[in-house]
């Protein structure tokens, strides 16, 4: 049985690094391919300890770190996060950003994701200010080589959840992919709901 815990700020300085090592271990598989850094990691999750009304959701299974879902107001995110709000007229201090989801195969299927999704709206409601909450995917074309045969994708779940897929709001995230030598962009595509 997972249990779900919202900290925000200082609260994750005790976790960070069980944070970075899970986004390593579950962005590593299909469709991310994350060839993961943990100095870079480390330095990315400052960004949710420094920014204000920032929150962080760790799932536990008993004592130990299995899941994490980050968000943060839009307002505090990269520009290559902000820039497709800005340049379709949004106001971007109306919009709150769930960054990732991330929970160890095993614990799947448990309730977790759907509580993830829970817990940032109802943070963003409780700091006030949001219209809309978003958050993006990366798109993978259907032929991908590493593409498993088994895969599944997470739009209908997100549809479930009130989210919609808005095609004309989309931006390049850079990483290392398994297999690559230097860092490659990636499309991402953004969804978003009302709030």
Known sequence: MLTLQRLSGGQLNQYIRELARLRIEVFRDWPYLYDGDIDYELTYLQTYIQSPDSVVVLAFDRDKVVGASTGIPLKYETDEVKQPFIDAGYDIESVFYCGESVLVSSCRGQGAGVAFFEH????AQEVGGFDY???????????HPRRPADYIPLDNFWLKRGYEKH???NT???WKELDESNESPKPMTFWMKKL
Not at 120 to 123: M, P, Y
Not at 133 to 143: A, M, V, W, Y
């Open 172 to 174: 390049t995230f850079n």
């Open 120 to 123: 940032r709206e109802t943070h």
């Open 133 to 143: 909450s978003c958050f993006c995917g990366i798109q993978r074309p259907d032929d």
């Open 167 to 169: 095609p004309e709001l």
